[in-house]
């Protein structure tokens, strides 16, 4: 019953920014974690970045001080502002909603996600 929908992807040169959104449609619990998690060609899919239902944020050595998780309670919406990217940022970039935070896991809720490009 819940369908989470990212938008915000597109493509940018390296240094350039984006914003990605994540809107729920259904409940999504509290105590759930939220996070970004991406993956790119010929990879395994990877956490980027997470908030926790107590505010605590966890990130991706490689995107920390450039990306920012936030959530917004007004909008119902989960963003990630990213800055400064760079070629090795281009993935798919999904929203997921879960018990646990930066895990990778086939269960809990994912978006169909949104694909970011960045070149050089």
């Known amino acids: 019953q819940v369908q989470l929908v990212e938008s915000g992807g597109g493509s940018v040169v390296a240094g350039g920014s984006l914003r990605l959104s994540c809107a729920p449609a259904?409940?999504?619990?509290?105590?759930?974690?939220m996070a970004w998690f991406r993956q790119a060609p010929g990879k395994e899919r990877e956490a980027v970045a997470a908030v926790d239902s107590d505010g605590s944020t966890s990130y991706k050595d490689s995107v920390k001080g450039r990306f920012t998780i936030s959530r917004d309670i007004a909008k119902n919406t989960l963003v990630l502002q990213m800055s400064s990217l760079k070629p090795e940022d281009t993935a798919i970039y999904y929203c997921?909603?879960?018990?646990?935070?930066?895990?990778?896991?086939?269960?809990?809720?994912w978006g169909p996600g949104t694909q970011v490009t960045v070149s050089t």
């Open positions: 259904g409940y999504i619990y509290d105590n759930m974690c």
């Open positions: 997921r909603a879960d018990w646990t935070c930066m895990d990778v896991t086939p269960m809990g809720y």
